[in-house]
């Protein structure tokens, strides 16, 4: 307890390194899997599912839509009847309005029923004929004005254009049926205006197959552009599918594993009581038949074998208690009795414990204690422990002759450390988070013929995180072993100040002004606040 201990230099442990399992690739493998699938179980060379879907967009957007439709046909029907024949644009009228019935008729009707491939694929071809139906009647109108005034040229293309648009758009979920709408007034006008044979028709025929191109590439992304959205709707579903599986899955471990917790609680609490009462007996009489209390044994290797008895139930009861412990710090019921304990007498009191065993081993404990250093906030039977658990893991595993060093000194920050190095076989620093887990031992521990239940370390790298310190283990193989804990500065008591006001009067009923004014309850010590 002389020299000055020198500042450690403190590092993180190592991360434990875990491979990550490739859940994105398998998930993107089985979505290509399924999509395959799809496509093959698929007229449309989409989902199933997407196919149901867009043949309902589209008997929703005509619903939607039916006031204009028909309102398109009327105003049609009553400028041909004020242009041309009456009688024939109110057939035409008539005609119109009973196809368009019809399609919002097979609308809802698609809408009520349940949904299945086969019935999906049956209304699609369905729709589609109808949509065909829809455009030939147009395509009656459209080519009975036909002439070679220009009126009636630009009239034909105003409305084909019209006609296309608003179909392209109420049919863009089902591309296949805006085709079957627009198709036959197309090529109607475009032949017409062909038959004429003037150069001016021939570029309103060229527009008119420009015009269908647009309109069919719009509605094209149109589609593109609502099968992507499906697509991505499908996959939030999915995504939201899977996170309800894993939290439900994240909920069924979590009950299993508190139920667990509870179970082992309660048998460690039956256990202790059941396993202690028996083995106090056994470390008692092997005690008196050790010592010969009573007399001489009349074989004297029954002493011997009294001894091995006692020395065993110790070891036992030793294993029980630490594992007791360990399962108080994980159930977070190890509460801790702190005070003002001086961390260089508990390392002391605890080398002296410990000098005889690494003595009989021909280890030697130096020491360098800091001189004059306060007391620490703690727990000083926890504290005990730390030293203990980390000085008889030095002790176990050093060989003889070997060298162990304590150190007790002041942190960078102002806290106080302790630092147990010794001069053993070392740990490989992939083994350090093994020996640092419950039960965990690293090679050299199997090898070696003091065998714990690898407990310590866990014991005391908990203790010294219950008191907010830190736990850093440096070690390197045939060099030896490093331990640092350390009390942050906040549980370091500082030095008493001197009382600077006058001791109280005898008299409590005469105070000066003087006296009024002096402070009160002014705190004896301060644990690191500074003030």
Request: some cysteine; glycine content about 6%.
């Amino acid at each position: 307890m002389s020299n000055p201990a020198e500042r450690p230099e403190v590092f993180q442990l190592p991360a434990d390194s875990t491979v990550a399992v490739p859940a994105r690739n398998r998930r993107a493998a089985s979505q290509r899997v399924r999509e395959a699938r799809d496509r093959l179980t698929s007229t449309s060379g989409t989902r199933p599912a997407f196919d149901h879907e867009l043949v309902r967009q589209y008997a929703q957007t005509r619903l939607s839509a039916s006031y204009v439709v028909m309102l398109l046909v009327v105003a049609t029907g009553l400028l041909f009847g004020i242009w041309k024949n009456p009688i024939s644009a109110a057939a035409w009228t008539v005609g119109m309005l009973c196809i368009h019935t019809v399609v919002i008729r097979n609308c809802n009707r698609f809408l009520n029923e349940a949904p299945s491939p086969a019935r999906t694929r049956k209304w699609r071809s369905r729709f589609v004929l109808l949509d065909l139906l829809y455009g030939l009647a147009w395509t009656t109108l459209l080519i009975h004005p036909a002439g070679a005034d220009v009126v009636s040229n630009t009239f034909m293309m105003f409305l084909m254009l019209l006609v296309v648009a608003v179909s392209s758009m109420l049919a863009a979920s089902l591309p296949i049926a805006a085709l079957a709408a627009t198709a036959p007034v197309t090529t109607a006008i475009a032949l017409d205006f062909i038959l004429t044979g003037t150069f001016d028709n021939y570029v309103l025929a060229l527009l008119t197959v420009a015009a269908e191109g647009y309109f069919a590439l719009l509605a094209h992304r149109l589609h593109s552009t609502t099968l992507a959205t499906l697509e991505a709707r499908a996959e939030k579903d999915a995504l939201i599918g899977e996170l309800e599986q894993a939290k439900a899955i994240s909920d069924e471990a979590r009950h299993r594993a508190e139920a667990a917790n509870v179970a082992k609680s309660r048998f460690l609490a039956q256990m202790s009581h059941e396993l202690r009462t028996p083995l106090n007996a056994i470390l008692g009489f092997s005690e008196v038949m050790k010592s010969e209390i009573f007399g001489a044994h009349a074989v004297p290797v029954y002493k011997d074998y009294s001894a091995d008895i006692h020395n065993s139930g110790v070891h036992l009861l030793n294993l029980i208690n630490e594992i007791l412990d360990l399962s108080r710090i994980e159930a977070g019921r190890y509460e801790l009795n702190e005070e003002a304990i001086s961390l260089v007498h508990v390392v002391a009191d605890c080398h002296h414990l410990l000098k005889l065993r690494a003595s009989s081993r021909g280890i030697t404990i130096h020491e360098v204690f800091e001189q004059g250093m306060p007391r620490v906030w703690a727990d000083e039977r926890a504290a005990r422990q730390i030293v203990l658990n980390l000085l008889s893991n030095a002790i176990k595993f050093t060989p003889q002759g070997g060298e162990i060093w304590l150190k007790v000194g002041w942190t960078a920050s102002g806290g106080q450390y302790l630092s147990v190095k010794d001069t053993g076989s070392g740990i490989a620093e992939d083994e350090i988070p093994i020996v640092l887990a419950s039960f965990g031992q690293g090679s050299n521990s199997i090898k070696s013929a003091e065998q714990g239940a690898g407990l310590g370390l866990p014991i005391a790298k908990s203790l010294i995180d219950m008191h907010g310190g830190t736990f850093t283990l440096k070690s390197k193989l045939r060099i030896g072993t490093e331990v640092i804990i350390t009390f942050p500065p906040e549980r370091v008591m500082s030095a008493l100040a001197p009382m600077a006001d006058e001791a109280p009067p005898l008299q409590p009923g005469h105070l000066d002004i003087d006296e009024k004014n002096r402070p009160r309850n002014k705190p004896i010590m301060n644990a690191g606040t500074g003030l």
